[in-house]
């Protein structure tokens, strides 16, 4: 029972401390140890957090593995591996939600700001295609592929066909690197331009295409690749 008491005292402790300061002064394993209160009832989740870290490495890590590892670790139900990986996944939709309010893109930095939360998270290379119309009002932003932009998986008659669909004036294509360089590669520049000739057939305007890894983006256009006809520039 003195046992119990005492650590009902500290999941009280850690919870208020939290309701008063935030995570600004906790520690990795302390944090962890909060997030998985909510997931493990009635038992000390400290040595559980502990050995979540010893085996992923780092926090980013245990929040990036899978189910099936995560359960691996004793101690770990389906339920707190469920809630662990739901963590940066509920964090991206926050960050795309926060970047929707933005009703207008009228330069191509704001368009790079826009797109970068859809890559929150994501270990696999994803395409999203953005969606103007001529006053640079967001029309849709949605996936069109997993994979890397010149794999077979990524669809050029997608695109078009979403383009078509939202009654686009312009369009700006968006892909990650999850390797951590947002470099475009030789590839990427030519299925861009590929792209790029199929939506101008349609009076489509290709505006830009960003490259995002670790937060951070490159826009092809603002690095001087040449991946359409400059006759047309909507956005600068």
Known sequence: ?????????????????????????????????????????????????????????????VLEANVEDLKKVPGISSHAATLLVLIPQIARFYQVDCAQRVERLNSLDACGAYLVPFFFGRSTETVFLLCLDAKCKVLCCKEVGQGSVNSASISIRRIV????????????????????????????????????????????????????????????????????????????
């Open 1 to 61: 029972m003195e046992k119990n008491s005492t650590h009902k005292g500290h999941r009280e402790r850690l919870k208020q401390r939290f309701l008063e300061s935030g995570l600004d002064d906790f520690t990795d394993i302390q944090a962890l140890e909060l997030l998985l209160f909510y997931a493990i009832p009635q038992k000390d989740t400290n040595p559980l957090a502990h050995s979540l870290l010893d085996r992923f490495g780092s926090l980013s890590q």
């Open 161 to 236: 066909e979403l383009a078509l669909s939202a009654n686009a004036t312009s369009v700006v294509l968006a892909h990650n690197h999850p390797s951590g360089v947002a470099v475009p590669s030789v590839e990427d520049v030519q299925t861009t331009r590929r792209v790029s000739a199929a939506l101008k057939a349609l009076e489509i305007h290709l505006a830009d295409h960003i490259v995002v890894a670790d937060g951070d983006y490159v826009s092809m256009v603002q690095s001087g690749y040449q991946i359409y006809d400059k006759g047309s520039e909507p956005l600068r």
